[in-house]
Structures are given as C-alpha cells and as structure tokens.
C-alpha cells in the first residue's frame, strides 16, 4: 500500500520530456488554448516554429513508429503565442 502511494505521489510530479502529437493535444494544448485546434493545424504549427522532433526508429525514412516532440519546446511556444501564459 505504502508503494502505491509514493508511486502516485511521484507520478504527479514527474514532467514528460517527449510526447506524441496526440499526447500533446490531450494534455498540453488544453492548458492553453480552449477549443484545442484540429491536428493538422497543430502538426504546421509544431514545423513551422521548427520544434524538435524525433522518430522512435531513426533509421525508418518512413513509417517506424511515433514521432515525438519535445514537450519542454511545445510549451515554450504555446507559452509566447498566447497571452498570459497558461489558461487557468
């Protein structure tokens, strides 16, 4: 019981460093912005301010997985494109 605990507790804490698109759009975008934009939007914002981004099978030019983006970079952008900061 005692180990549950500390795992929720750590978990709570715990920041993501990679997530999915879909990832980002469910956790990270709704603090922002309300109603979050569709995909494709997201997907030409995330190229355009060029943030990084990785494929979990570097060596696939296509297919090989999830591609994932930098949640830290996500933020920053989300951070000086809105105002204000996060949606409370």
Same mark, same amino acid.
């Given at each position: 019981m005692g180990t549950n605990l500390k795992l929720a507790e750590? =978990?709570?804490t715990t920041r993501a460093r990679m997530a999915t698109l879909g990832q980002l759009m469910a956790n990270t975008f %709704?603090?922002? +912005? !309300? $109603? #979050? $934009?569709k995909k494709t939007t997201v997907k /030409?914002? +995330? !190229?355009? /301010?060029r943030i990084p981004r990785f494929k979990a099978n570097p060596a696939a030019i296509r297919g090989?997985? !999830? #591609? @994932? @983006? =930098? #949640? /830290?970079?996500v933020e920053k952008f989300l951070a000086s494109r809105t105002s204000g900061g %996060? /949606?409370?």
């Open positions: 750590s =978990s709570e %709704p603090v922002f +912005l !309300d $109603p #979050v $934009p /030409a914002w +995330l !190229d355009t /301010a090989g997985g !999830d #591609v @994932y @983006y =930098s #949640v /830290a970079a %996060p /949606a409370r």
